[in-house]
């Protein structure tokens, strides 16, 4: 079991949220799929239900508002000592603010943004909720993508809002446009240009990787569920893992990190 995560520093993953049309039937999924529990809704902040697994936060879902022009996604949260500084930084360098600051009771403050090529994300200030309390394990955050069609954008834009360094992740078929944003060489996520293969339509957005035992039986018990399979399963040196969406639309991917097959390629100073 992890330990508690008590605590982020600024630009990394700390949280992920998923509006939703209809909760009660994100939680029976969820809950089939990776084994969540969910507490009472709470009815102060419109319904929002927190996942946990073992009694420890991995994730939330939120309700769908009337006239909330947005298809169903999962949110991914960028931690940061100081939100509305935050937030300056997004405007100063190109992005837009969807949501300005805003206080969640004692629990914190939140922004939600955009870079300059259309990727959302979240921006989270801890108060009493730091974020996951557990990742890495099956049934729990362990990697996010961020999936542009402007990949130049969103590298001159998220290492100036956050202290990211920048790898360049060497592709000996010079097909794939990936880097890694992180700190001091310990990855923190990924920026991956939208490939071609990519359905039209596809928006930019943060790709959100849970963990799971089986990759093949996790996209298995998707299809089951009334989801669907996008792409895979396909092996890599990070592991076994696909692209799915629930019943609601939401697409994720789940990886079986145990399934690691080949050799990591190698990354150098972008």
Known sequence: MSDLVAGFSAGTPCWADAT???VAAGKRFYEQLFGWSF?????????YAQATLDGRAVAALAPQMAGQDVPPSWTLYLASPDAAATAERVREHGGRV???PMEVGEF???VTAADPGGVL????E???HHGFERR???GTFCWAELVTRDPAAADAFFPAVFPYDVQRMEDPDASLDYKVYGFGGTPALGRMAMPPTAPDGMPPHAEIYFAVPDCDGAVETVQQLGGRLIDGPVDSPFGRFA???DPQGMTFAVIDVSAASGEPPATRPA
Do not use: I, K, N, Q
């Open 121 to 124: 994300f979240g921006v989270w």
């Open 20 to 22: 939703v049309p209809d």
């Open 136 to 138: 890495d394990e099956p």
């Open 39 to 47: 507490g009472t809704d709470s009815a102060e902040y419109g319904g």
């Open 98 to 100: 969807l949501m300005e």
């Open 108 to 110: 914190g403050r939140m």
């Open 126 to 128: 801890a108060g009493s």
């Open 243 to 245: 692209a799915v969406a």
